[in-house]
């Protein structure tokens, strides 16, 4: 049922704590695991100023998470995509629809009720967008990071 996994990631602790989630779907029938992030210095190539003066660290990261995730033994692989308009929840969407996605899932930041209706944020609006189910993982949340841990290990003890 689930053999191609979008992780969609900026880099964040709400994004690390979906990664075992991630990890756990890609292996359930040994398959692949695509992580993708949204550069969003893109959006303003002309700027003095980066939008995201830590870019290269964010993409430095999840490239090592990927490799990690490599000598654990998944197929996995990385998308940095430019956030372009219409924004960063389109481009994860498009690479998901291009690459046949079974699923996609992110992380929250967490907020409340009336922040998220106010603010919005790029999980609630892949929700609206994705060409497949998402699943959304609260950051914050006690024990979140080890019940996806939980998870990977059930599916490697079958």
Not at 37 to 54: F, G, I, K, Q, R
Not at 68 to 86: C, F, K, M, Q, T
Not at 105 to 118: E, K, N, R, S
Request: hydrophobic content about 45%; some cysteine.
């Amino acid at each position: 049922m689930f053999t191609t996994i979008v992780w969609a990631t900026d880099g964040s602790p709400s994004a690390d704590h979906a990664l075992p989630y991630a990890k756990a779907l890609a292996a359930v029938k040994n398959g692949k695991l695509l992580a993708v992030h949204a550069d969003e210095n893109s959006v303003w190539p002309t700027c003095a100023y980066p939008v995201l003066a830590d870019e290269d660290e964010i993409t430095a990261k999840i490239r090592d998470q990927v490799a990690e995730i490599r000598e654990e033994g998944l197929d996995a692989s990385v998308s940095i995509v430019p956030a372009a308009e219409p924004g960063a929840a389109h481009m994860i969407a498009e690479v998901a629809r291009k690459v046949g996605a079974d699923a996609i899932v992110a992380g929250t930041h967490g907020h409340g009720v009336v922040v998220g209706l106010l603010v919005g944020g790029v999980t609630e609006r892949l929700l609206h967008l994705a060409p497949c189910p998402v699943l959304v993982v609260p950051s914050g949340r006690p024990g979140a990071a080890e019940n996806g841990h939980r998870m990977l290990d059930v599916v490697h003890s079958r």
